[in-house]
């Protein structure tokens, strides 16, 4: 059974980082891609950064260059190390994934299984 638990969210003050962890169960991890996404309040959840198998890495605009998404197959965990962080990145941020996929996702739809989710919240 595939298993996703996120970690590493927070309280933290406007331009303060964070790094996001998911920790994934199973035998899939190398051969799949992989996703960050998130959900604010009243809004639909949303690509943030994707990685795949060969670590090509993709983001959407509004965190080019604040975010850095990362894997380390042998610990089958995925990471988001977010610096510069803004309180429009408060949100419920969620890994995803496609169990063997060689792509790099782009929308929530493509997800086979999510993690619970881990709260990020900047003050201004």
């Given amino acids: ?4 638990v996120e970690s590493g969210g927070g309280l ?3 331009g303060g980082s964070l790094r996001l ?7 899939f991890f190398s051969i799949s891609a992989m996703g960050w996404f998130r959900q604010a309040p009243g809004k639909e959840r949303e690509f943030v950064a994707a990685i795949n198998w060969s670590d ?7 965190v080019k260059g604040r975010f850095t998404i ?10 988001l190390q977010m610096n510069s962080l803004k ?6 941020y969620y890994c995803g994934v496609k169990i063997y996929c060689r792509g790099l996702l ?8 999510w993690g619970q989710g881990t709260q990020v919240t900047v003050s201004s």
Avoid: F, H, I
Wanted: aromatic share 4%; with cysteine; charged share 20%.
């Fill in 87 to 92: 309180p429009e990145d408060t949100a419920v």
């Fill in 56 to 62: 090509s890495t993709d983001y959407t605009d509004s």
């Fill in 106 to 113: 782009k929308s929530p739809g493509e997800c086979d299984t």
């Fill in 21 to 27: 962890s998911c920790a994934a169960s199973g035998g």
């Fill in 12 to 14: 933290v003050q406007a």
């Fill in 1 to 4: 059974q595939v298993q996703l």
């Fill in 70 to 79: 990362a894997r380390d197959n042998a610990k089958n965990t995925m990471y």
